[in-house]
């Protein structure tokens, strides 16, 4: 089973930068699509950023201009860099890929352990 696998976190002060990295361990044969979302205490999971294989990018309104998502096929990860961090940003950020091709089948829905994000004014 391929598992994702997130890094990068950590407690920065507003105005500073982290990257995360999400990758995906197993026999992978392609990865459609990489998401990262995040959960603050007492919130509702909600989506942060989206990159297929293509290249095609959606972003949260509340990031845009601040995040930017990326993908290294080659290497089946994915990456989160985030700049001008606010304590809003506070969270844990989780990565998610909808769909692997494995060399047992389609592995649907398929998330990382999470990474603690912590943002101090």
């Known amino acids: 089973q391929v598992q994702l696998v997130e890094s990068g976190g950590g407690l920065v002060q507003a105005g500073g930068s982290l990257r995360l990295s999400c990758v995906a361990s197993?026999?992978?044969?392609?990865?459609?699509?990489i998401d990262w979302y995040r959960q603050a205490p007492g919130k509702q999971r909600e989506l942060v950023a989206q990159?297929?294989?293509?290249?095609?990018?959606v972003y949260a309104d509340s990031v845009k201009g601040r995040f930017t998502i990326s993908i290294d096929i080659t290497k089946n990860t994915g990456y989160l860099q985030m700049n001008d961090l606010k304590p809003e940003d506070t969270a844990v950020y989780y990565c998610?890929?909808?769909?692997?091709?494995?060399?047992?089948?389609?592995?649907?829905?398929?998330w990382g352990q999470g990474t603690q994000v912590t943002v101090s004014s």
């Open positions: 998610n890929a909808p769909l692997i091709a494995t060399n047992k089948g389609i592995q649907s829905d398929s």
């Open positions: 197993g026999r992978i044969f392609s990865i459609n699509a």
């Open positions: 990159i297929n294989r293509g290249g095609s990018t």
